[in-house]
């Protein structure tokens, strides 16, 4: 039997769709940059400030979700094989509530206000649920490579329970009667950070780790067992927090961190027999977002400070990650249109630039520096937030995440100026 | 803006190295994977030996050394033309015979080819002047054009070739073996 339904190649959306996310998603590293600049240490002296919860959830979803979404409308077409249905309506509509409850939210966290939380909870909702049911369809409809697809489906779920979990918190902030309140944030960090995070940068990686720097593929045994591995810990751990069983949720967190550990240490051997012998900032900052993860890990396991490994996965894996790929991806994108469109018009007088033009290697590696030196400081900063040097490193590290997210920006910027330069010639 | 484009990362791919895994095969259902896919395996084989001259090519190009680099550059556009020249002149074409349902994807691939083949031109000229910079940009473009294209055809094309084209499978996974 063949199954040839929706089987185009040219289905993915108009190139304004993705592009919309990837630039307004480091507006949001910028602010939550600019808190800790204002707040310094008291962002990091303990997860529960009102500081550290804004800066949390600014980089979660105003950054790190919002560049996933745009990637993923641009890859689900392609993944299911057919167009997402009214894409250049849905998008913005996804956006537009993603950003706005993103900054209610994160507003209502840091002052309180009862009716800032409400409507956050409620434009996230909205937001993430026209989200997963999109990505949902497309998914399950989809063809390929069967382990990508497995760990982008449960990432998708658990993006799904990181929403119900922080309703739920919403719930609690504003009076209802419901008990073991740390439990349930911890279990909503474990869903986001190791689950909706995690397997998404296990789906991609999968692809794109062999793909970008022509490295071995994947051992089988990885592909088969990570992904799940991670799901089925965070599924224990969920069950015992329900039970309110004596064994602690963290045995089944300590499941899913060992998942993430085996896919970080795999990738750092797979890129190390890279093929490709190019340097380029998009394999540096894969290299920096996994050993955070492996470094995150190490604290975890030793049972140390949590703020930082809040920092190391947040902005190290968070922001990190995301940045080395838009580095590389938008570029190619404004130059296949360009050249589509060039061979459509048959303008064969205006000569294209390359994939380089568009994002300059040398600037994007300054801000990588830029960004690099943020990381180290502000994991610094939260691992001795006490110490006399304490709050000015906290302001140090956020200076540098303001810095290195406006680079990015301006990247990005230059990026779309000079693709609607060639693209206004082109006709 | 046309939409014509699609991500690097977006693609369905089989991971290209060392991986004797059968690609998946979800358009062609078969219960013999392995008569099932000869088409796939030779044709997705046949790329990662031009992803490794591309490296290759790379390599010469970062040790600047020029009589290298143009040799690497030559095998890298003889072997990708010789790919094509299959695909154009055999593959499509009969898949195409039998299913009509292929023509919009083999026409995109067409397209594709054709970004390709103006890449390699400006790769020529550059490997003339001795560019370095352009040479490293055109092998960066090119790389990416090609991982993107190649996964719709791992994907899409090759296992719907196997399922349509049994009886000639064989024959037309011998194009490359004695191109």
Redesign the interface.
């Known amino acids: 039997?063949?199954?040839?339904g929706g089987?185009?190649?040219?289905?993915?959306?108009?190139?304004?769709v993705?592009f919309a996310f990837f630039l307004a998603a480091p507006l949001f590293a910028i602010l939550a940059g600019g808190f800790l600049l204002w707040q310094g240490n008291l962002a990091l002296l303990t997860r529960w400030s009102p500081a550290a919860l804004a800066v949390t959830h600014l980089i979660a979803l105003g950054f790190l979700t919002q560049v996933m979404c745009g990637?993923l409308f641009?890859?689900?077409?392609?993944?299911a094989?057919a167009r997402v249905a009214a894409v250049t309506r849905v998008a913005p509509l996804v956006q537009g509530c993603l950003v706005t409850g993103t900054l209610s939210l994160s507003g209502g966290l840091y002052w309180g206000g009862a009716l800032w939380l409400v409507v956050g909870a409620v434009l996230l909702s909205c937001a993430l649920l026209i989200f997963i049911g999109a990505a949902g369809l497309a998914l399950a409809r989809?063809?390929?490579?069967?382990r990508?697809?497995q760990a982008m489906r449960l990432a998708l779920l658990a993006l799904l329970m990181t929403l119900l979990l922080g309703g739920l918190l919403v719930a609690v902030l504003l009076g209802a009667p419901i008990g073991g309140f740390t439990h349930w944030v911890d279990l909503h960090l474990g869903w986001g950070l190791l689950g909706w995070v995690g397997m998404l940068v296990m789906g991609?990686g999968?692809?794109?780790v062999?793909?970008?720097h022509?490295?071995?593929?994947?051992p089988?045994w990885l592909t088969r067992a990570a992904a799940p591995l991670v799901f089925a810990g965070l599924l224990v751990a969920t069950g015992l927090t329900l039970t309110g069983s004596a064994v602690p949720a963290a045995w089944g967190f300590g499941v899913s961190v060992s998942g993430l550990v085996l896919f970080a240490v795999v990738t750092l051997i797979l890129q190390r027999r890279r093929?490709?012998?190019?340097l380029d900032v998009t394999l540096i900052y894969w290299w920096t977002a996994m050993l955070a993860a492996l470094a995150a890990a190490l604290v975890w396991a030793l049972d140390g400070r949590v703020e930082p490994i809040g920092v190391l996965l947040l902005i190290g894996v968070g922001i990190g990650l995301p940045s080395g790929?838009l580095l590389?991806?938008m570029p190619?994108?404004s130059?296949?249109?360009l050249?589509?469109?060039q061979?459509?018009t048959r303008r064969f007088d205006v000569r294209l630039?390359?994939?380089?033009?568009f994002i300059p290697e040398r600037l994007a590696r300054i801000q990588f520096g830029v960004f690099l030196g943020a990381l180290l400081v502000t994991v610094a900063a939260a691992g001795w937030p006490v110490s006399g040097w304490g709050a000015w490193l906290a302001r140090l590290g956020g200076l540098g995440l303001v810095v290195s997210s406006v680079l990015l920006w301006w990247l990005q910027a230059g990026c779309v100026w000079r693709y609607r330069e060639i693209?206004r010639r082109l006709g | 803006?046309?939409?014509?484009?699609?991500?690097?990362?977006?693609?369905?791919?089989?991971?290209?190295?060392?991986?004797s895994?059968n690609?998946?095969i979800?358009?062609?259902?078969a219960s013999d994977t392995s008569m099932a896919s000869i088409i796939t395996d030779a044709f997705t084989q046949d790329h990662h030996a031009c992803?490794?001259r591309?490296?290759?090519a790379?390599?010469c190009v970062?040790r600047g050394d020029w009589s290298d680099i143009g040799t690497a550059a030559e095998a890298l556009v003889s072997a990708m033309n010789r790919h094509f020249d299959a695909e154009e002149q055999t593959l499509f074409p009969r898949l195409a015979e039998i299913?009509r349902?292929?023509a919009?994807?083999i026409e995109?691939?067409l397209?594709e080819h054709?970004?390709m083949r103006?890449l390699f031109e400006d790769l020529t000229e550059a490997v003339g002047r001795q560019d370095r910079?352009?040479c490293?940009?055109?092998l960066?473009?090119l790389?990416?054009?090609t991982?993107?294209h190649n996964?719709?055809e791992e994907?899409?094309l090759y296992p719907?070739a196997d399922?349509?084209l049994k009886t000639q499978a064989g024959e037309i996974a011998d194009l490359l073996a004695h191109g």
């Open positions: 039997m063949l199954n040839t089987l185009s190649l040219d289905q993915a959306p108009p190139i304004r993705p990637a641009q890859m689900l077409p392609v993944l094989g989809a063809r390929g490579v069967p990508t697809l991609v999968y692809q794109v062999p793909m970008f022509v490295t071995p593929a994947y089988p093929e490709r012998p190019r790929m590389k991806i190619f994108l130059w296949f249109h050249q589509h469109r061979v459509t630039p390359y994939m380089q033009v693209s | 803006m046309d939409n014509a484009a699609s991500l690097p990362m977006t693609q369905v791919k089989e991971p290209p190295r060392g991986d895994q690609p998946a979800p358009i062609h259902q992803d490794h591309l490296a290759a790379e390599a970062g299913y349902v292929a919009n994807p995109v691939m397209s054709a970004q103006v910079d352009t490293l940009g055109i960066e473009t790389h990416f054009l991982q993107q996964s719709k994907c899409v719907m399922g349509a």
